[in-house]
Each structure stands twice: as structure tokens, then as C-alpha cells.
């Protein structure tokens, strides 16, 4: 069974940091670009960053360039998320998301629609 499993989220004051982790196990994804999305309440879950199978090519949300980075471990099939500088509007569930139907792709897409395999999330709360 393919799954995806988040971990790292909780609470932090604003300007904090804290790193989210997002393990595969069922299937190798070092073929397939990986992302993060994030949904707060009452909100659309949408677009944080995005890295491509070989970790060379990164897209990142406007709103969180500079502060987040997004990274990926083939080796231990887990992509990374670190979150610096921590805002309370980062309050969120965050999501990891693989791409498992394109090898090989060289720009990881930033579409929800784009990506087929979902972990449960992690709650990121950042107090002000």
C-alpha cells in the first residue's frame, strides 16, 4: 500500500522555524516530483512548494520565497519542508503531494490537480 506520511507540524511563535517531513513507503518516488500544499480554515488548500524527482528544480508560493525550502532525500524516499521566519497567516494543515503518474518530469507542478498521492497532513500553528 502506497502511503505518505507527514511529521514535524505544531505550534511555534511567529518568527520560529520548524521542519516537516514527508516519509513514502509502498512505492520508490525518486522518479516523481514531490510538493506541499497547505489549507487553512475556511480556506482553498493551495500551493506552498514543489521539487522535481532530482531535487535540482524548486518552485516556491510568493508568499512563503525566502523563508521556506523545500528539499527531498531519495535515498530515504522523504522530501523535507523547512519553514523559517514562521508568520501566523502560515497557520495551516500542511500536505505533501507525490506526482505519481509522470517520470521523470524536470518542472514540478504547482496544480493541486497535477498530483495523485496525498498524506494526511500535519497541523502548523504559529502564534503571534
Known amino acids: 500500500q502506497v502511503q505518505l506520511v507527514e511529521s514535524g507540524g505544531g505550534w511555534v511563535q511567529a518568527g520560529g522555524s520548524l521542519r516537516l517531513s514527508c516519509a513514502a513507503s509502498?512505492?520508490?518516488?525518486?522518479?516523481?516530483?514531490m510538493g506541499w500544499f497547505r489549507q487553512a480554515p475556511g480556506k482553498e488548500r493551495e500551493f506552498v512548494a514543489a521539487?522535481?524527482?532530482?531535487?535540482?528544480?524548486?518552485r516556491y508560493a510568493e508568499s512563503v520565497k525566502g523563508r521556506f525550502t523545500v528539499s527531498r532525500d531519495n535515498a530515504a524516499n522523504t522530501m523535507y519542508l523547512q519553514m523559517n521566519s514562521l508568520k501566523p497567516e502560515d497557520t495551516a494543515v500542511y500536505y505533501c503531494?507525490?506526482?505519481?503518474?509522470?517520470?521523470?518530469?524536470?518542472?514540478?507542478?504547482?496544480?493541486?490537480?497535477?498530483?495523485?498521492?496525498w498524506g494526511q497532513g500535519t497541523q502548523v500553528t504559529v502564534s503571534s
Open positions: 503531494a507525490a506526482d505519481g503518474v509522470r517520470v521523470g518530469v524536470a518542472e514540478p507542478p504547482i496544480q493541486l490537480a497535477e498530483y495523485d498521492l
Open positions: 509502498g512505492r520508490t518516488f525518486s522518479s516523481y516530483a
Open positions: 521539487i522535481s524527482w532530482s531535487g535540482f528544480r524548486t
